[in-house]
């Protein structure tokens, strides 16, 4: 069983940078896997912001068209914590964003959203105008 615990989260004006941080541990926090960040705003279905896999030096690396450029989706040197950098932030960024990771096979090169077996809690980011 995987635990994460996102952090990071908060409130900016347009324009403005927040870094979340998620904090991976148990039983496939060693294994390759599935990383990413989700974000669901009220009345609107989730929707994967950027997710990529562990130990592909970024190959795999997804962004949502209405992200990219803004947001950038790393990890720590031991690969445990993940990070999503936002820049620019917009106020249609507002939404609880969520950290997910999941075992994903050594052939696979890209993350489905089924490879996300574990999720955190959650995380709000407002932005205001």
């Known amino acids: 069983q995987a635990q994460l615990a996102e952090s990071g989260g908060g409130s900016v004006q347009a324009g403005g940078s927040l870094r979340l941080s998620c904090v991976t541990s148990?039983?496939?926090?060693?294994?390759?896997?599935?990383v990413g960040w989700f974000r669901q705003a009220p009345g609107k279905e989730r929707e994967a912001v950027a997710t990529?896999?562990?130990?592909?030096?970024?190959?795999?690396?997804y962004y949502a068209d209405s992200v990219q450029g803004r947001f950038t989706i790393s990890l720590d040197s031991a690969e445990h914590t993940v990070f999503l950098q936002m820049n620019n932030l917009k106020p249609e960024d507002t939404a609880m964003y969520y950290c997910?990771?999941?075992?994903?096979?050594?052939?696979?090169?890209?993350?489905?959203?089924?490879?996300?077996?574990?999720w955190g809690q959650g995380t709000q980011v407002t932005v205001s105008t």
């Open positions: 997910a990771a999941g075992p994903v096979h050594y052939s696979e090169t890209s993350c489905t959203e089924s490879a996300f077996a574990y």
């Open positions: 148990g039983y496939y926090a060693n294994r390759r896997r599935c």
């Open positions: 990529r896999i562990t130990s592909d030096m970024g190959l795999s690396t």
